[in-house]
């Protein structure tokens, strides 16, 4: 359904004035705004939820958050997260409600819809996922041949995969189980190769983790993987070895899954938005059901912040907020995300999707084209990696390029002083991306005069500072949260609906059309001509290895 009260946010007061700020704001340096205001670190660290975010390293001052806030207002962003809370069908495109945030609502508080209370349900997926999880765990639920379980493999792409994916690796000091999670998401076959490679089919169970059930990669590692274990144990032993996680009840028992091995979710859980949902099997299997509720409270605790806390200290609505600042006044294109934390390596791949997919619109909710930029391409690195390869870009380049800088205050290591280098890395790379090294300073310093522009950081480079004590299910669960508030604000500024994803459908169908020709050559080649040339290249070298 088309949602015809959509707000342009250009039509409003606060982005005129915003207008304005961003031309003070081109001529001024973040260097002149701190020698200005002693106290501004201290006023521009916001705290909620265990999470500290110092917006002081950015191009901001009062005035803008001020207009921020008031484009918030003008553009209604909290009244749709009154809406999305409540459980409208805000996701207007697929008519859809958008309710992830009730996949983390306590068991004593219901969210009662058309008569039925979704939490309930929530929680009777969570006890289901819990007792498969702990009889795999302590061993009650064995293979086939009678061997306890060692291994679980995840098959499943984009948001049935890359949040489970990145937890394993974020949770990895959190399992408490001799259980081992892979993942198996490329078509490319090389991916399920080089995983059940190393695994034995006896002790290893399969999740096939899909909204749909319909998704090609998917379904087609699903099968590779059902010959692997039919092919070593006997078609029977399916069903000690496969379980699924999914929407379509239908489609998992066709596979050959029976309903008491399916876990199931709902429609108003994006793909992107479930990794707290039965798409997090894999999770729980790892850290067991007390470790997976920690995480949902640490998503609580942010939803909570989210609703609760005034605009002015509200951490997701200034964050998205920024957002908007950089994209839609400054100019800025992109986002860089590097986590000081080696295990949370596949963050930056996670919030790819979650912000990428989520606000990649053009059009508005009323299908008018936009005009005004929208979702911003999102990359990263954990730190110190990237400072040893594209930091160089970021502290010379002639890009602007705000950062979100992530560290954690307490180790997990037992190698201490690595921490304190990590953390110094981290501060350095604030601090010199903000003042720089100007070139009085570096003359002064001896350098000779012709090298002293290569040798020149001009600085004024915005970061934004998050601290969290440590890396634990919670944590994680609030960091997640913040992204995902984060991505709701701009989307909800923006006027476009955060939670299709039409534009993956194009590729989907022509790759659908594509094989047919690739595998039959009677199949005439219609397409363009680069595309028909580089069908014939490739059905020439098939006839070779076919
Ligand atoms: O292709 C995009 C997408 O639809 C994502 O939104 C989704 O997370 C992914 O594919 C996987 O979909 P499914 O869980 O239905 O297999």
Not at 404 to 411: C, K, N, S, Y
Request: glycine share 8%.
């Amino acid at each position: 359904m088309r949602d015809d009260a959509v707000i342009n946010p250009r039509s409003t007061k606060a982005w005129k004035a915003l207008e304005k700020d961003a031309k003070r704001m081109k001529a001024t340096t973040i260097q002149e705004l701190f020698a200005a205001d002693p106290a501004r670190a201290e006023r521009m660290t916001f705290e909620g939820a265990g999470i500290s975010m110092d917006l002081s390293k950015n191009l901001i001052d009062d005035e803008v958050i001020t207009h921020l806030l008031e484009l918030a207002e003008q553009t209604k962003v909290l009244d749709r997260r009154d809406a999305m809370f409540r459980g409208d069908a805000i996701n207007n495109s697929e008519e859809r409600r958008v309710l992830h945030v009730a996949l983390r609502m306590p068991r004593s508080t219901p969210l009662v819809l058309d008569g039925h209370d979704v939490v309930a349900d929530v929680h009777e997926v969570l006890d289901h996922m819990g007792s498969f999880c702990e009889d795999v765990r302590e061993g009650r639920w064995l293979g086939a041949t009678g061997k306890r379980i060692t291994d679980v493999v995840n098959v499943g792409i984009g948001g049935s995969y890359l949040g489970p994916e990145m937890a394993a690796l974020a949770l990895r000091r959190a399992v408490s189980a001799p259980i081992d999670a892979h993942f198996v998401a490329n078509v490319d076959a090389a991916d399920l190769e080089a995983v059940v490679s190393k695994l034995d089919p006896e002790t290893t169970v399969v999740i096939v983790a899909s909204k749909t059930f319909t998704t090609l990669e998917t379904m087609t590692n699903a099968g590779l993987a059902r010959d692997w274990i039919a092919g070593a144990l006997g078609e029977a032993a399916v069903a000690n070895h496969f379980v699924a996680v999914s929407t379509n009840h239908e489609a998992v028992k066709e596979f050959g899954i029976s309903e008491n091995a399916m876990f199931g979710f709902w429609d108003w859980v994006g793909g992107r938005y479930s990794m707290d949902s039965a798409i997090g099997l894999s999770t729980m299997m790892l850290i067991g059901k007390d470790g997976f509720a920690e995480m949902l409270a640490g998503f609580h605790d942010v939803d909570q912040h989210f609703c609760d806390t005034d605009p002015k200290k509200n951490l997701p609505l200034l964050l998205g907020l920024m957002r908007v600042w950089y994209g839609n006044f400054l100019g800025a294109e992109t986002v860089g995300v590097m986590p000081y934390s080696n295990d949370l390596k596949r963050l930056p791949a996670y919030l790819q999707q979650l912000q990428m997919e989520s606000n990649g619109k053009r059009v508005s909710r009323d299908g008018v084209a936009v005009e005004y930029s929208t979702g911003p391409i999102v990359w990263g690195e954990p730190g110190t990696d990237g400072q040893h390869s594209f930091y160089q870009l970021l502290h010379q380049g002639t890009k602007l390029i705000p950062l979100d800088l992530i560290g954690f205050l307490t180790p997990l290591s037992g190698y201490r002083e690595s921490h304190d280098l990590l953390i110094a890395n981290l501060l350095a790379q604030s601090q010199a991306l903000a003042f720089g090294r100007l070139a009085d300073e570096v003359a002064a310093s001896g350098v000779e005069e012709w090298q002293v522009p290569f040798r020149t950081f001009p600085g004024n480079r915005p970061s934004t500072l998050f601290f969290l004590d440590e890396l634990t299910p919670r944590s994680l669960g609030s960091l997640i949260a913040l992204y995902e508030h984060d991505v709701f604000t701009q989307g909800a500024v923006w006027g476009i609906d955060s939670f299709d994803q039409w534009g993956v459908e194009l590729g989907k169908a022509m790759a659908t059309s594509i094989a047919g020709t690739l595998t039959d050559e009677t199949v005439a080649l219609t397409y363009d001509s680069s595309t028909n040339s580089a069908i014939e290249r490739y059905r020439n070298s098939r006839r070779r290895w076919a």
